[in-house]
């Protein structure tokens, strides 16, 4: 899954499901083909395609960078075998007919996987698309468009609602991937490649549940710190912890357990499709400012001290006022006789108890004003009675 787009795709047949797949590979040969040579092996369906066919792996002068596999899946472990040998870097099995693969069989496809670092995605998968490489291997309804969001889901079913919605209300992304039954490449992996990814500023997916939490509970702190981060889970009502018979059982719920874990890490966990479309519609016309350097105002010197306190614990860094500002704001603000003994003071506006709204309203301004504020922190508790 290096770099952003595969230079060199291979479409490996015969097919397995004939009517269902060419009819597929006929709406995306062409998307597929822009940009990316495309080989077909061993397809002989009659379809619009300008690349090169072939009859079998052996034939192929090098071995594509990404592998869509169509053929018998007790072939699967041996052909992944030839490509990774030649260094291809993936596999993408896609759907259907593929979900009810034997363990033993999937197992040896991860081991012959395994041994050359190749990546499969599926099987049950409905591809991948990159738009802004022009890559569109998705057999769903609706294409994607330009964007800069990160999509993958678990389902099928609702990669293509999303896909669906995205269309009408003109949302793009900067890649979108199903992820079928994740034999390997699973949704840890995926947050980390796209919190890496300079062409994705927000990344939201869908999951049901996750079978390495180590993993996954890593790469979603990683990616939280620079990114935001949308995550809608299916499934509660399957959840078998926690049968509510007693009062810890009640506590035990499975779902609980997500939703601590999403919130330890950074992730906002969204409940519904309708507010996963909304985040998508949010993340995709809103700018989320850069804010490093944070100045705190506030009419209250423990109360400074509070959300300094805080906000060191979130990693947050201090802006340092210039002399300019502090001296234009020195009417409003209270005098301390050694400010090193008092840290609010030193990293922040103080205000007098008794504050007009205009002496705060010109507090905040100035102090946005000074070039190394980022943004400010305003605190204000209520005045002494008139």
């Known amino acids: 899954m290096k770099g952003s787009s595969p230079g060199s795709i291979a479409i490996l047949g015969p097919c397995r499901h004939p009517g269902v797949l060419t009819h597929k590979l006929i709406a995306c040969l062409r998307d597929i083909e822009a940009g990316h ?25 090098a071995m594509p960078d990404l592998a ?9 472990p041996e052909t992944i075998a030839k490509v990774g040998a030649g260094g291809t870097r993936a596999v993408l099995i896609p759907s259907p007919g593929y979900e009810s693969w034997p363990a033993a069989l999937l197992q040896e496809c991860r081991e012959a996987a395994r041994k050359t670092n190749l990546r499969l995605i599926g099987p049950g998968s409905l591809g991948l698309a990159v738009p802004s490489s022009g890559l569109n291997a998705l057999l769903s309804a609706d294409a994607p468009g330009k964007g800069d969001v990160a999509f993958f889901s678990r389902s099928g079913a609702v990669l293509n609602a999303t896909l669906s919605w995205a269309k009408t209300h003109n949302t793009g992304f900067s890649a979108v991937v199903s992820l079928g039954d994740r034999t390997d490449v699973d949704a840890g992996d995926l947050i980390d490649y796209f919190a890496q990814d300079y062409h994705t500023r927000s990344i939201v997916f869908h999951l049901e549940g996750i079978a390495y939490p180590r993993k996954f509970i890593s790469a979603a702190r990683a990616a939280a710190r620079t990114k ?31 939703e601590t874990m999403f919130r330890r890490v950074g992730l906002l966990r969204v409940h519904d499709l ?48 210039g002399s300019q500002t502090r001296a234009e ?58």
């Open 37 to 61: 040579r495309v080989t077909l092996v061993g397809i002989e369906e009659d379809v619009p395609f300008s690349g090169t066919r072939i009859a079998r792996v052996e034939d192929l002068a």
């Open 68 to 76: 869509i596999y169509l053929a018998r899946a007790e072939a699967l």
């Open 228 to 258: 935001p981060v949308i995550v809608i889970r299916s499934g509660k009502s399957r959840d078998t912890g926690g049968t509510g018979r007693t009062h810890a059982g009640r506590l035990a719920r499975t779902d609980l357990v997500y």
């Open 274 to 321: 309708g507010e996963m479309f909304e985040a998508l519609e949010t993340l995709s016309h809103i700018r989320v400012p850069r804010c490093d350097r944070i100045a705190v105002i506030a009419n209250g010197r423990s109360l400074a001290s509070l959300a300094i306190d805080k906000l060191v614990d979130l990693g947050g860094r201090f802006a340092e006022l």
């Open 329 to 386: 704001l020195a009417a409003v603000t209270r005098d301390f006789a050694d400010p090193d003994a008092v840290p609010a003071a030193g990293s922040s506006i103080i205000l007098r108890e008794n504050v007009t709204p205009e002496d705060i309203t010109r507090a905040i301004t100035t102090v946005l004003k000074d070039p190394q504020v980022d943004g400010a922190l305003v605190l204000q508790a209520a005045p002494f009675s008139r």
